[in-house]
């Protein structure tokens, strides 16, 4: 009988000012090596985001966080970050960076259910709040 598998995730966020820090969550990235499962899920509320921002380009913010799915499914479209194995491309997109897309520390659990389920409760818990 197999356990349940470990994953990693970090919380993708959008700091429109980043000399100011502030930021709000809109996505998780998770992997799972063991099943080579590696997807990102982003809810951007630009009410939100204006209301820490005003005048920020949700649209450019918006295209920028399109990117991140894109490149979780990988292949050729995706440029040439996407040809880079699953767990590369993990790296690639958590490596810090002073961007208005960021993303959060690397943090690992162990998922009890499918990763789809754990990155659904991951977005609740961290995002829909």
Known sequence: MHGADTYDYAVIRVVPRVEREEFINVGILLSCERLR???????????RLLALC???DV????????????????GAEAGPIGLLPHRARFHWLTAQRSAVVQTS??????????????LEHLMRRMVRI
């Open 59 to 74: 649209d450019g913010i918006a295209r920028a966080l399109a990117a991140i799915p894109r490149l979780c499914a990988g």
């Open 105 to 118: 520390t690397v943090h690992m659990g162990r998922c009890h259910a499918t990763p789809d389920a754990t």
């Open 37 to 47: 499962w590696l997807e990102a899920r982003i809810e951007l509320d630009p009410a």
């Open 54 to 56: 005003p005048g920020a």
